[in-house]
């Protein structure tokens, strides 16, 4: 019932930049955390950014200075905009979400992943 879509991946040389969107729809009651992560083949998936509620943000240390994570409520909508890409940037890039679908509990959601390719 609740969907998050991505868009905004894709293939770009080093020292460019991209901004990756997540939309959430579907019935949705509160958005509360919402996060970026990426994985690698053959490793865990990391954690990118974080934004809470309240717009408070936390980076991980590779992404500090040069991403910056948003969040749209009123579009239930965030987004992360990569600067200064390095091909160890190279990874499928998934947003996910603390959605609660009615007023009791949230649940986490995940989006479907973007490809990111850094790359000249």
């Known amino acids: 019932q609740v969907q998050l879509v991505e868009s905004g991946g894709g293939l770009v040389q080093p020292g460019g930049s991209l901004m990756l969107s997540c939309a959430a729809s579907?019935?949705?009651?509160?958005?509360?955390?919402m996060r970026w992560y990426r994985q690698v083949p053959g490793k865990e998936r990391e954690l990118v950014a974080a934004?809470?509620?309240?717009?408070?943000?936390n980076y991980a240390d590779f992404a500090k200075g040069r991403f910056t994570i948003s969040r749209d409520d009123a579009q239930n909508t965030e987004y992360l905009r990569m600067n200064s890409l390095i091909p160890e940037d190279t990874a499928v890039y998934y947003c996910?979400?603390?959605?609660?679908?009615?007023?009791?509990?949230?649940?986490?959601?995940w989006g479907q992943g973007t490809q990111v390719t850094v790359s000249s």
């Open positions: 934004i809470s509620g309240g717009g408070s943000t």
């Open positions: 579907g019935r949705i009651f509160a958005i509360g955390a």
């Open positions: 996910n979400a603390q959605i609660a679908t009615d007023g009791t509990s949230y649940g986490a959601y």
